[in-house]
């Protein structure tokens, strides 16, 4: 029996999703085998649902018949069919949008159209560089655009997996002896640092649980680093100078 999803299902290409998921149930009560029905129309409703679930509502007019002896045309047709849906564009982030998420404002110019479309997006919090993430039926309302993030190079802020990276500079006065600051978090928020005497440049101070949040687990976050670099103050006092001349000889 050659038949689109569409006519197993006993819906039309244009069906919206809850019209489409009232025919799967109704179909698979029917016919599924626990209750008496036809296993063979089980199986085909069954692929059926499993094909066209994801997709948007086709436009008028969009017809193809589908042999379900066949495999391999089945799976082009949806392949082709999905790939029709989708729009590829890159998006440039700061690291502070990565980890907190936000808005952020898409222009999408499609091929053969002088149309651009400005479209708002959320990024989800902690994605990551290079990371692609698909926001369904976005574009004209059944176009799927899939936005691979890349992240801004930033003098002061940095990732390293869920860690976040700050860095902070102290002149080397305040290292020698000690002291404390405030530092600005990666969400905003300030937290009291305190630089023991004789620090190190290039010593990380980690704060806990300050970091990114793991996508695949909210729960777990990372912490922030505090990446101490050193700056020579231009006003050292002609005193200090001789006698750092005379600790040297």
């Not at 849906?85 to 980890?99: F, G, L, T």
């Not at 687990?217 to 001789?242: A, F, K, T």
């Amino acid at each position: 029996m050659s038949q689109t999803p569409y006519q197993v299902l006993g819906i039309e290409p244009t069906a919206s999703q809850e019209e489409k998921e009232k025919a799967w149930k109704l179909i698979r009560s029917k016919h599924h085998p626990d209750k008496g029905g036809d296993p063979q129309k089980f199986k085909e409703a069954q692929a059926a649902w499993d094909q066209i679930k994801d997709l948007p509502p086709q436009e008028k007019g969009y017809e193809r018949t589908i042999n379900f002896n066949s495999g391999r045309a089945f799976n082009d047709f949806f392949h082709k069919r999905r790939q029709s849906q989708y729009v590829n564009i890159d998006a440039n982030i700061s690291v502070r949008k990565a980890v907190n998420g936000g808005q952020y404002v898409l222009s999408i110019q499609l091929a053969n159209s002088s149309t651009e479309h400005q479209i708002n997006i959320d990024v989800p919090s902690g994605v990551t560089d290079g990371e692609t993430v698909t926001y369904p039926n976005l574009l004209l309302g059944h176009i799927d655009v899939m936005v691979t993030f890349h992240l801004i190079r930033d003098n002061v802020w940095s990732i390293e997996g869920l860690n976040v990276i700050r860095n902070e500079t102290f002149d080397f006065w305040e290292l020698i002896l000690g002291t404390t600051r405030d530092v600005e978090t990666i969400a905003g928020t300030k937290i009291r640092v305190v630089i023991p005497p004789m620090t190190q440049p290039g010593t990380k101070l980690r704060l806990k649980s300050h970091g990114s949040r793991s996508r695949q687990n909210y729960l777990q976050r990372g912490d922030m680093l505090v990446h101490i670099q050193s700056r020579i103050p231009e006003d050292i006092p002609d005193e200090i100078l001789v006698a750092i001349r005379k600790i040297r000889s």
